[in-house]
């Protein structure tokens, strides 16, 4: 593995890795993702004034559900039994856009950052589906890890 990444052997090859050996810890992640767009869609989304309904909920929903099925989306993800995942919505103080927060939780032998970041970023297209039909200029930005902690590691922070 000279390249350094984890998800290649020796020849090159893909492959998914082999945690057997790895000790089981709590591991936590949470990921982040930004949807910009008009104030007025912004507002409709926040209100649930959106021809589709809630969006906010839906969001959520979405989000968590994406966790979940994060395996079946990212070909080399080891599939994990989450204790907890969170979705968080926000809207930016200038009311330019949606901050999104992801949680993902388990006790395993794994982390759970892509399970942050996919439901950071499903959230993230559902509030755009939700208010694509009143802005079409919207724009999801700045998806990323913002922490994680557990395993061998150890923990990060993204700094600002």
Known sequence: MASGLTHLDARGQAHMVDIGDKAVTRRRAVAEATVLATRETITALVEGSGNKGDALATARIAGIMAAKKTSELIPL??????????IDID????????????GAETTGQTGVEMEALTAASVAALTLYDMG???????????LRLAEKSGGKSGDYRRTP
């Open 132 to 142: 694509k039909a009143m802005d079409r200029a919207m724009t999801i930005t700045d």
């Open 77 to 86: 993800c080891h599939p994990l039994a989450l204790s907890k995942v969170t």
């Open 91 to 102: 809207p930016l103080v200038d009311g330019s856009g949606l901050h999104v927060t992801a």
